[in-house]
């Protein structure tokens, strides 16, 4: 079992960072990918950015490519997703969520935590 929590959202002024936390417990996660996603009231799940645990190679949305970056501290078991120049259009509740390489399922998923950008 994996337990993944996330930290760090709250509310920030359009042009403002924040950085997200998805701290993972439990089994190594050598063979698994750690993603994140979001969600905005009315509209479905989409996917943010993603890091292999093993290899940290990263991959992102194109929206928001070049404004938040993905990366790991292995000492704190920890993938942070940094948030750059801010948008209300990212406005969303974040989750971080586990997958093993080459499986399509997610087989973990965190509590979630709110981002709310202000114009």
């Known amino acids: 079992q994996v337990q993944l929590v996330e930290s760090g959202g709250g509310l920030v002024q359009a042009g403002g960072s924040l950085r997200l936390s998805c701290a993972a417990s439990?089994?190594?996660?050598?063979?698994?990918?750690i993603d994140w996603f979001r969600q905005a009231p009315g509209k479905e799940r989409d996917f943010v950015a993603g890091?292999?645990?093993?290899?940290?190679?990263?991959y992102y949305a194109e929206s928001v490519k070049g404004r938040f970056a993905i990366s790991k501290d292995n000492a704190k078991n920890t993938v942070y997703l940094q948030m750059n120049s801010l948008k209300p259009e990212d406005t969303a509740v974040y989750y971080c969520?586990?997958?093993?390489?080459?499986?399509?399922?997610?087989?973990?998923w965190g509590q979630g935590t709110q981002v709310t950008v202000s114009s």
């Open positions: 969520a586990a997958r093993r390489l080459m499986q399509r399922n997610y087989d973990y």
């Open positions: 439990g089994r190594p996660l050598d063979d698994y990918l």
């Open positions: 890091i292999n645990w093993s290899t940290r190679s990263t």
